[in-house]
């Protein structure tokens, strides 16, 4: 069979067409990545389009080798690395460069008068010059050591091609490839960072690492989806023959189903065996939709032999924290979950009850005059051992909480511990500014933002004020530690709430919970994926004279609602599954 023989072009006609439209997109963006001049974001949303094209063919792709894979994966990030770069990565060079003059980029902003003597011909083009550095003091060190090399920006760049290209190496060994193709033929994320030059594939690197090698969860490639979109295949003509038959005849019986609803001939057991199915969604706790899962079904190993797992998961998230600030609550979660060990020693082996009470509900059925009084005295007992034996704090008990809450607090010193270490570089006694919280830009920066917004209209004054958003985060950071029992789904609700909240939203920040998509395939962020480009508007607008850097309404909701609505949706369905799976 020839490569270009009509049976393999019609199989891989999918495979085919994303590549070449990935790579024309991608090859077309490459002269239009300085958006200082006019016109320039129009071309540039051209290739993105074509580009977004080709990523929303591959989601129908059949299947994929490991050669075309890592060919196009690499050849577009190389590619990119001769685009203008956006205008972060001109800081990034500064603050590395200044350190190996010997200065702190937290004590002096980049138009300090110290510094004039050693600007550059690229000085100009940073953004915020008069705002210290606001960046975490392990990245710090990160930059120092890349212009140490070279303060150029193919090394940057370079250096965080590097960083994506190990996330994709790590998402390939636990999930298939063709689920992998969400990140790594992502257009966001490969402009994001062999594109724009910005560095947060830096921070989601040993993220990911935590979550696919120290967590114990995830299915691995050996498991098939259970969902697959059949309108989606019989659309691009790559469903089998079986799937369409299923699907036919699934779709036969719900219609068959309501039409006998309707005209109210549905049998007595039919209609019991919906009231009963439908009395059991309702039954289930909202715990499910968060994402509450048991320990046995994906979250940390809590054997002691396994400590060491989770010491490295500590550690690797704490350069996560020293590297860019929003990891911080994810320590949180594994610190939490150490403690939720306890909780599952003492509740004790919870399948064994189950099976207990099932047994003697079958014996009340089978013999219900003679064992009657008996059977409820047991089946009291029961009842009252699972349900307040978790309260019961015998010395054994007492010992073993006290020996978890040790554990948990040496993981959050082992998590703080790269962030520490780092900024003794930056600190001295008595003065440790890593933020700077007298800038205008902390205090009340605006950026693409979503609720900020929204409470504008409300309230004016919360325009002047950014920390007033920092409370519901905090609120709902405590509900999802105290819900959520898996990584995955602690991470992505997490980003989901802290990207709503926050009043300052650049593009690149939906890169974050990409990775984390490939296991869920949340609708939402394969969404916003390709809506998050509409924020190139805002330089857009600059080259037409206005500064104002505001979305109007309708740009704002084209931005957010694709995220929103697909994020809910994949939720709830996943919530459903579940049920039906349990069922």
């Not at 200044?98 to 003597?117: C, K, M, R, T, V």
């Not at 790559?238 to 699907?247: C, K, M």
């Not at 009252?384 to 010193?413: E, I, P």
Request: glycine share 6%.
């Amino acid at each position: 069979m020839t490569l270009f023989s009509v049976s393999y072009t019609k199989k891989n006609l999918p495979l085919l067409l994303s590549s070449f439209l990935i790579l024309v997109g991608t090859i077309f963006i490459v002269p239009y990545g300085s958006f200082q001049e006019a016109g320039i974001v129009i071309k540039f949303w051209i290739g993105i389009s074509i580009m977004s094209l080709g990523f929303i063919i591959s989601w129908a792709i059949p299947s994929i080798n490991l050669a075309w894979f890592w060919s196009i994966t690499i050849l577009t990030r190389l590619i990119l690395i001769l685009m203008e770069p956006g205008d972060d990565i001109w800081r990034y060079l500064w603050e590395g460069y200044i350190q190996n003059l010997g200065f702190s980029p937290y004590d002096l902003a980049p138009n300090a008068l110290e510094l004039i003597p050693y600007r550059t011909e690229w000085w100009s083009l940073m953004n915020h010059p008069d705002t210290s550095a606001i960046y975490p003091p392990l990245i710090q060190l990160g930059f120092r050591f890349l212009a140490l090399i070279s303060p150029s920006v193919f090394v940057f760049k370079f250096a965080f091609i590097l960083a994506d290209l190990g996330i994709c190496w790590l998402l390939i060994r636990k999930f298939s490839l063709q689920k992998t193709l969400i990140y790594a033929w992502n257009p966001l994320i490969i402009y994001s960072f062999a594109g724009g030059g910005h560095y947060d594939s830096w921070f989601l690197l040993p993220l990911v690492g935590v979550w696919l090698v120290f967590v114990e969860e995830g299915r691995g490639k050996e498991e098939e989806e259970t969902r697959k979109d059949r309108s989606w295949k019989k659309w691009m003509g790559t469903q089998t023959p079986v799937e369409e038959g299923r699907s036919k005849e699934e779709e036969g019986r719900r219609k068959d189903q309501s039409w006998k609803n309707w005209m109210g001939t549905q049998t007595s057991v039919e209609e019991g065996r919906s009231k009963e199915e439908e009395g059991r969604r309702k039954d289930r706790s909202w715990k499910n939709w968060m994402g509450t899962q048991t320990v046995d079904d994906g979250v940390f190993n809590p054997k002691e032999q396994d400590n060491y797992r989770w010491y490295w998961s500590a550690f690797l998230i704490g350069i996560s924290v020293a590297i860019k600030w929003v990891s911080l609550p994810i320590l949180s979660f594994v610190v939490w979950q150490k403690i939720l060990c306890f909780r599952e020693q003492v509740t004790g082996n919870r399948e064994q009850k189950r099976i207990k009470i099932n047994m003697l509900h079958s014996a009340e059925k089978s013999d219900k005059q003679e064992h009657n009084f008996y059977h409820n005295l047991q089946l009291d007992e029961v009842h009252k051992t699972s349900r307040f034996s978790r309260f019961k704090l015998d010395d054994k008990t007492f010992s073993y909480l006290l020996h978890q809450v040790q554990q948990a607090g040496f993981l959050l010193l082992i998590g703080l511990l790269p962030m520490c270490v780092a900024a003794l570089n930056f600190c001295q006694p008595g003065k440790c500014s890593l933020i700077p919280t007298s800038s205008n830009f902390v205090v009340n920066g605006r950026s693409a933002e979503l609720i900020p917004y929204l409470v504008s209209f409300v309230s004016e004054q919360s325009t002047k004020f950014n920390w007033i958003y920092g409370i519901p985060l905090c609120l709902g950071v405590g509900i999802l530690i105290w819900n959520c029992r898996r990584f995955v789904d602690f991470t992505e609700w997490y980003f989901f709430l802290l990207l709503t909240l926050s009043p300052i939203v650049h593009a690149w920040y939906f890169t974050w919970f990409i990775p984390f998509a490939v296991a869920t395939r949340n609708l939402g962020i394969r969404w916003v994926s390709l809506s998050g480009f509409i924020y190139f508007v805002l330089p857009y607008r600059q080259t037409l004279g206005d500064n104002s850097w505001v979305l109007n309404p309708m740009e704002r909701y084209w931005l957010w609602l694709p995220l929103i609505v697909g994020f809910i949706w994949s939720k709830w369905k996943d919530k459903k599954n579940i049920v039906g799976n349990r069922e």
